[in-house]
């Protein structure tokens, strides 16, 4: 057919969509259902359209010629719905949720395709084969109809997570199974249990390794193509299509899986090394980009709807009725009998009774399930009448879920309240409208006298503002008790926190790496407040600032085998952290005092501010304690971190000129590539020298200054360095190696059996005491801020005081004034030993 009849028959169709949507809301049904209504009737109208006008009859024949395969829904339309909907997702509350995610997406799969297979071969004669692909191609649901009557509807947000988590692994797990299925129906070949389920995990483990890689590999991309936005997001749309072809087609692993943590890495790591403008027009392109192809797919599928059904009968009719019974069946089992059980384990998350019932009824099927049963009857080795049972049955049940779960689904969240805010919500939701409508209401006074308008227009203006403010009450924010109000306080501050990462990280003022740790930070905080409120704030202050496994496994490397670099790069993150949370910290306590305050009351945020200028003063001692150790480090990285922000403050300014249309594109381009050349040398953060080094260390000991080169030497290459953290502890009255340490820089505290603390600074050692037999005086010794130590352990300490008697004479007359010293101190006099 020709090329422009192509063109006329997809923008036809595009053209319908765009009255589509709107209608669906006017007429208050699903957009699916909509959408398979319409595309039906295309599909019935494509053949008989003789009455139809030219214009009309040449776009029906356009369609008609259309002639769309399955590959086509599976590579061209499906690649994009994944991707759109992974992208928007977020990992964290997928990881919260992962267990019931993971629970509908794979085992509700496994035991659909199960009992609709033995359920149907055992009441008619397909063939168990048939029966399980038949049930593997229902099993997949659709999460554009359910999620869009969730966001019409007002949901919960967990519950949306729930579904659309479920939804997007739920197709990668029902196209393994339908994948695996399919090829043993063709080769009718003997079903193994072991093969189909190796043949899964294969398929479904090997996808996501697939994905995540290439999704790394595309977010290390954005950081090279940053500032070139048409680029940046062209570079998604590649992603998209590349990790399911190459991942099926040259790796044989599950391209639906590839694409969707591809979509989900881009996501939470991607968005974090694009340029602010990208991460900005990101979600509105593939917004578009999914409602073109969601809406496409559906009226393609749809229109294969009476082809399909031509030839239904009674006994179809019948089998339809049970694969839809069948489905909700094993559907309930899942969510009903499997996911409480889950309960028991750590993966397993509370999910309430309304949210069950709202899963269970949730199932509804669409565009996918079509695509795979078009599949089927586009394989020649699957015998005819095989094709037509699982094309027909499938079209079908799709449209019974439609039309009866689709139809309904709304009103059943209705009644089961999940679209109603929660009592300490609707008070918020009170008290903020009541502080905006006053102030508005002044507002338009101002407004009205700069403007000259008349008192009659400012009167009805302003009665309308007194109407809906004699409608407020504080009745429910008297009801809400102080706890609840500060819960509250702390969740909108903890939201605000992600908001104030998310623009440093855009902003690129401060390290990648380092922000995205932060704003996982800050949205563990957030989980934390909401389930614990004020308690769990102050117990995630110590989270929020102790070492990451990362930087332990670095110390642990540089204690164990004297290697530095990945201590030295994770010190530098710590500080840059540490920089950027005292930051946020004293501009949230300003946001509390200037926005809370008005919404919760003076008490509450009172209690909120103290508590976070705690968390204010523990990342203030933090700081101090690396500036001290590291000043012209520390005053580098405030250089470093006050240009950032410079240049961004600047690159907003030239923006704002530029949409003000006060310079030109051409001015805007030459003032940013000057502004760049001037701020360069800050686009790097400096290396952080640890100077764990034994023969530069040995140096500032003063206990080793008088000693000969040789002694030096020898001495050096027993002496291991290391880097103490504050409040580490080395040796407690359990754990005494004998070993002795010196202290470079720094200062470390001795606790004593009597609760008393004597400080050693520089120069000074400790852990000598084991070798007279007197390790019980010292009770433990910590460090008290970032010291470095010289380690000798006991061997190399006894043999090198066997030659080396100056060395040893030091060590013995010291350690004797501390014996006496710690002897009077923690022990009664008429017990002492009188030698």
């Known amino acids: 057919m020709d ?25 208050k049904i699903p957009y699916s259902v909509l959408l398979a209504i319409v595309g039906f009737l295309l599909g019935v109208v494509v053949h008989t359209h003789n009455w139809a006008p030219l214009i009309v009859s040449d776009f029906l024949d356009s369609l008609g010629s259309l002639k769309i395969s399955s590959n086509a829904f599976l590579i061209v339309f499906l690649p994009v719905l994944l991707f759109e909907t992974a992208l928007s997702m977020s990992v964290r509350r997928i990881l919260e949720d992962i267990g019931p995610i993971l629970m509908m997406a794979i085992v509700a799969v496994v035991v659909c395709t199960i009992v609709v297979g033995f359920t149907l071969n055992s009441i008619s004669s397909y063939g168990l084969v048939s029966c399980l692909l038949l049930g593997s191609i229902v099993a997949t649901t659709d999460p554009v109809a359910v999620v869009g009557i969730f966001r019409e509807v007002g949901a919960p947000k967990r519950l949306t997570t729930l579904v659309e988590g479920e939804s997007l692994f739920n197709d990668a797990a029902s196209i393994a199974l339908y994948s695996v299925l399919l090829v043993v129906l063709a080769d009718n070949s003997d079903l193994s249990v072991n093969t189909v389920v190796i043949d899964f995990i ?11 890689v290439m999704g790394r590999l595309a977010c290390f991309l954005f950081s090279w193509l940053r500032d070139f936005p048409a680029a940046e997001i062209t570079l998604t749309v590649t992603l998209a299509y590349l990790s399911f072809f190459i991942s099926e087609h040259y790796l044989h692993v599950s391209g639906v899986v590839a694409t969707v943590i591809a979509g ?3 996501g939470s790591t991607g968005r974090t090394r694009m340029s602010s403008n990208t991460s900005k027009y990101l979600s509105k392109f593939w917004g578009q980009i999914g409602f073109w192809a969601n809406s496409l797919i559906f009226l393609f599928s749809a229109m294969l709807i009476p082809r399909f059904m031509g030839t239904l009968n009674l006994q179809m009719l019948v089998l339809i009725l049970i694969v839809f019974v069948v489905t909700l069946l094993s559907r309930a089992i899942v969510v009903f009998g499997l996911l409480p059980i889950l309960g028991f384990t750590r993966f397993g998350t509370t999910v309430s009774l309304p949210y069950k019932a709202v899963m ?9 399930s079509l695509a795979l049963a078009l599949a089927v009857t586009e394989h020649t080795m699957v015998p005819e009448e095989l094709r037509h049972f699982i094309a027909l049955v499938t079209t079908g049940f799709v449209l019974m879920t439609l039309f009866v779960n689709g139809v309904t689904l709304r009103p059943l969240i209705k009644i089961l309240k999940l679209n109603e805010l929660s009592p ?3 008070t918020i939701r009170n008290q903020v409208l009541g502080v905006t409508l006053e102030e508005l209401q002044e507002r338009t006074v101002e407004i009205a006298e700069v403007e000259n308008i008349g008192p009659e227009s400012v009167e009805r203006v302003q009665a309308v503002f007194r109407s809906s403010l004699s409608r407020l009450h504080d009745v429910q924010l008297a009801q809400m008790n102080k706890d609840e109000k500060i819960s509250a306080g702390l969740a909108i501050l903890a939201q605000r926190e992600e908001e104030m990462f998310l ?30 409120g004020l308690v769990g704030f102050e117990s995630s202050i110590e989270y929020d600032l102790r070492y990451s496994m990362l930087f332990r496994v670095s110390l642990w490397v540089q204690y164990v085998f004297g290697f530095q670099y990945f201590l030295a790069k994770n010190l530098g993150y710590r500080f840059i952290s540490l920089m950027g949370k005292r930051s946020v910290s004293k501009r949230l306590i300003s946001f509390a005092k200037e926005q809370v305050s008005p919404i919760l009351g003076k008490e509450a945020t009172e209690i909120i501010i103290k508590a976070h200028e705690k968390r204010l003063a523990f990342i203030e001692n933090s700081l101090q304690a690396m500036n001290l150790q590291y000043p012209c480090y520390a005053m580098r990285l405030q250089e470093i971190y006050l240009g950032r922000a410079a240049f961004e403050l600047e690159r907003i300014r030239y923006s704002d000129m530029l949409e003000k249309f006060l310079i030109s594109g051409e001015i805007y381009d030459d003032l940013m590539e000057k502004s760049k050349n001037r701020w360069r040398h800050i686009s790097m953060n400096p290396r ?13 000991v003063p206990f080793f200054i008088g000693l000969s080169n040789e002694s030096l030497k020898s001495i050096s290459r027993l002496l291991k360095p290391i880097l103490a953290l504050p409040d580490q502890t080395f040796i407690t009255k359990e754990k005494n190696n004998g070993e002795m340490y010196f202290v470079a820089s720094g200062a470390v505290a001795m606790h004593l059996p009597d609760n008393t603390v004597v400080e050693l600074g520089s120069g000074e050692f400790f852990g000598e ?4 037999g007197q390790a019980h005086l010292i009770s433990k010794v910590t460090s008290l801020g970032y010291s470095k130590l010289l380690l000798l352990n006991s061997k190399d300490l006894r043999t090198f005081l066997s030659k080396d008697n100056d060395l040893r004479e030091k060590i013995e007359h010291v350690a004797k004034q501390r014996i006496l010293a710690l002897q009077s101190t923690v022990i009664p006099d008429e017990d002492l030993d009188p030698s």
């Open 202 to 212: 294969v398929l479904f483990i090997g996808g996501g390794l697939a994905g995540y």
């Open 264 to 266: 989900l890495v881009v």
């Open 688 to 700: 952080l020298d640890t100077e764990l080094s034994a023969s530069e260390l040995i140096k500032k």
């Open 3 to 27: 090329i422009g009849f192509i063109v006329f028959g997809l923008a036809g169709l595009l053209t319908l969509v765009c009255f589509l949507s709107p209608l669906a809301v006017r007429i």
């Open 503 to 532: 623009d440093i990280l855009k902003a690129k003022i401060i390290d990648e790496t380092v922000a995205e740790s932060l704003l996982s930070r800050a949205e563990h905080l957030e989980d934390v407040i909401r389930t614990s």
């Open 360 to 368: 269970l009824w949730g199932g509804l099927r669409g565009a996918v």
């Open 769 to 772: 005491l084991s070798l007279f």
């Open 424 to 426: 300490i919500e609707s």
